[in-house]
Nanobody, 115 residues
Framework: QVQLVESGGGLVQAGGSLRLSCVAS????????MGWYRQAPRKPREFVAQ???????NYADSVKGRFTISKDNAKNTVYLQMNSLKPYDTAVYFC?????????WGQGTQVTVSS
């Protein structure tokens, strides 16, 4: 079992920045694809960003140019740097770890962007 613990959420004004962190309890982190997803009230969970084992990244169109995903294998940690935040970025942000035979989710961290 892998535990994922997110942190870094909070309340920020539109145009501001936040950096989310997600720490994994297992070293399989380094051989896994890590992702960030978000879920706004009354909406389905949606993909935000992903970083593969080798470091290649992928982003949702809505966050391209504003969000950056990165990871530190030595710390089993994935980050999401969020700049130029907008009210529609308000959601609970979830960390995800995937590799063959494994798919884990964190509990989420709330991000609220005020206008």
């Amino acid at each position: 079992q892998v535990q994922l613990v997110e942190s870094g959420g909070g309340l920020v004004q539109a145009g501001g920045s936040l950096r989310l962190s997600c720490v994994a309890s297992s070293s399989i982190f380094s051989i896994s694809t890590m992702g960030w997803y978000r879920q706004a009230p009354r909406k389905p969970r949606e993909f935000v960003a992903q970083i593969a084992r080798a470091g290649s990244t992928n982003y949702a169109d809505s966050v391209k140019g504003r969000f950056t995903i990165s990871k530190d294998n030595a710390k089993n940690t994935v980050y999401l740097q969020m700049n130029s935040l907008k009210p529609y970025d308000t959601a609970v942000y979830f960390c995800n770890l995937v590799n063959p035979g494994a798919n884990y989710w964190g509990q989420g961290t709330q991000v609220t962007v005020s206008s």
